[in-house]
C-alpha cells in the first residue's frame, strides 16, 4: 500500500535560505570556520529586563491558558506601543497574539483569501509569502522591481498589476530581503490605489524599528482612510532579539476581525502565557534596548557598505532591516551558484537572490546581524573571492 500526501504540499516550497544554511552548519561541524551571513535574527541576547518579567511570570504560576486572542496586559501594550510610537489609536479587541509573524501572516491570508483571489508583493520578497498565498487557494502576483528603482515599488506600476480579482496587497517595509523603506509620498500613493479598488493592505511591519539615516517612516495605517483596511503583522524576533521565543500579533480592523480569528483559533489554542508578559513588558518598558541594538546594525551596515565601495561593487543603500542586497551580475554565475562559491571558497555563507522571487537573481542577500568581528573578517575574505572571479 502507498500512503498519499496531500496535494497542497506540492504547491509548496523549502526555504532556501535554510539550504544555505544547513550546507554552512555541515561544514561547521567538520571544523570550518564560516561566517554565517545567512539568517535573518540579531545575534543579541534578548534584554534581561524582558526576561526576568517573563521569569516572574513562571514564578507566580502564570502557566495555563489566556483567551485564545491573548492577554488583556499584551493587548493594551500592543496598543499602548502604537499610540507613542505613531498616535495610532487601537482597542485590544482588535490585537491577536501570534506564535510569532509567519503564524500571522497565515490566519490573516487564510481569513481574507478565497479561492481565485489574486494578491499583489513587490518581489523580491519574504520567501513565504507564495506558498502561503498559495495555501489559501489564491495567486499571488509578483510586481518585479530592481535596484535601478531603488528597490521601490512605484503606485503607478502597483496599478497595472490589479485586477477585478485583486483582494489584497502585501507591502514590507523596511523590506526584507533589500533593507529599502517605502517613502511617504509612494505610501500616499499606495493607500489611494488601496482604497480607489477596495483592497486589504497587509502591512508586514516587523522591521520597523530598525531604521538607519534618519529616514521618514510612515506606516501605511496611518495615512487617513487607511487604518479601517490594513492588516498589521507584528514581531519580537527582530525588534527585541526574541526570535526564539516565537512571539508575535495582528492588529485587524473591526471589520475582518471575527473571520480571521476563527482561523487562529482553529491553529492555536493561545502564545505560551508567561512569553506574553515578557513581550508586554518589552513593549511597556524603556525601548533605549532597540535603540542601542540599531546603533550598533548600523556601525556593522557603514562597515559593509565600506567593503562594496572599496571594491566597487553595485547596491542600494540600505534604509531599514539588517540586510544589503548588492548586485554580483559582473561575475559570471548565478546567485546560487555564486554563492556556493564563496560558501566554499571563503567561507561565508550568504544567500542568493533567487531565493526571493526571480527579480531577486542577479544579487544576494548578506544578513548583518553577525558580530561586527565575523562581519569584518567574512567580508576580507569574500571580496578576496570575488575580485578573483573578477580577474579571470
Known amino acids: 500500500m502507498t500512503l498519499q500526501i496531500a496535494d497542497r504540499t506540492n504547491g509548496i516550497y523549502p526555504s532556501k535560505i535554510r539550504e544555505v ?42 502557566v495555563h491558558y489566556t483567551s485564545s486572542a491573548g492577554s488583556l496586559i499584551f493587548q493594551e501594550a500592543v496598543c499602548r506601543r502604537y499610540y507613542e510610537d505613531y498616535q495610532l489609536q487601537f482597542e485590544p479587541n482588535q490585537v ?69 480579482k485583486t483582494k489584497a496587497i502585501i507591502l514590507t517595509s523596511p523590506n526584507n530581503p533589500t533593507g529599502q523603506v517605502i517613502d511617504k509620498e509612494t505610501i500616499i ?52 532579539a526574541m526570535d526564539g521565543w516565537r512571539i508575535g500579533y495582528l492588529i485587524i480592523p473591526q471589520e475582518l476581525y471575527k473571520g480571521i480569528f476563527k482561523i487562529h483559533q482553529h491553529m492555536v489554542s493561545c502564545p505560551n502565557t508567561f512569553v506574553q508578559i515578557g513581550a508586554a513588558k518589552a513593549l511597556t518598558d524603556s525601548q533605549k534596548c532597540v535603540e542601542d541594538m540599531v546603533k550598533e546594525f548600523d556601525r556593522r551596515r557603514r562597515l559593509i557598505m565600506k567593503y562594496f565601495d572599496e571594491n566597487k561593487i553595485s547596491y542600494v543603500r540600505p534604509k531599514g532591516a539588517f540586510y544589503i542586497f548588492p548586485s554580483v551580475k ?45 562581519i569584518d573578517q567574512g567580508m576580507e575574505r569574500m571580496m578576496t573571492a570575488l575580485n578573483k572571479l573578477r580577474n579571470k
Open 21 to 62: 544554511l544547513d550546507q554552512a552548519s555541515a561544514l561547521k561541524k567538520q571544523g570550518v570556520e564560516v561566517a554565517d551571513f545567512t539568517v535573518g535574527r540579531p545575534d543579541f541576547d534578548t534584554p534581561e529586563h524582558i526576561k526576568e518579567a517573563a521569569k516572574q511570570a513562571l514564578d507566580k504560576g502564570l
Open 189 to 240: 500613493k499606495i493607500s489611494q490605489l488601496a482604497i480607489k479598488h477596495n483592497l486589504i493592505v497587509i502591512a508586514d511591519d516587523i522591521y520597523d524599528k530598525i531604521l538607519y539615516d534618519d529616514v521618514d517612516y510612515l506606516p501605511i495605517a496611518k495615512v487617513p482612510g487607511m487604518k479601517e483596511r490594513t492588516i498589521i503583522i507584528g514581531s519580537f524576533s527582530k525588534t527585541y
Open 96 to 164: 491577536i497574539a501570534t506564535v510569532g509573524a509567519s503564524q500571522a501572516i497565515y490566519s490573516a491570508l487564510q481569513g481574507i483569501l478565497n479561492p481565485g483571489d489574486e494578491i499583489i508583493a513587490p518581489e523580491p520578497m519574504y520567501v513565504y509569502y507564495g506558498g502561503l498565498s498559495f495555501l489559501a487557494g489564491a495567486k499571488l502576483i509578483n510586481v518585479p522591481i530592481s535596484d535601478e528603482d531603488e528597490f521601490i515599488v512605484k503606485a503607478e506600476v502597483l496599478d497595472k498589476y490589479i485586477t477585478p
Open 330 to 374: 559582473e561575475f559570471g554565475l548565478d546567485s546560487k551558484e555564486l554563492c556556493m562559491h564563496l560558501l566554499h571558497e571563503a567561507r561565508v555563507a550568504i544567500v542568493p537572490g533567487s531565493a526571493f522571487g526571480a527579480a531577486g537573481e542577479g544579487h544576494i542577500r548578506i544578513a548583518f546581524s553577525a558580530s561586527y568581528e565575523e
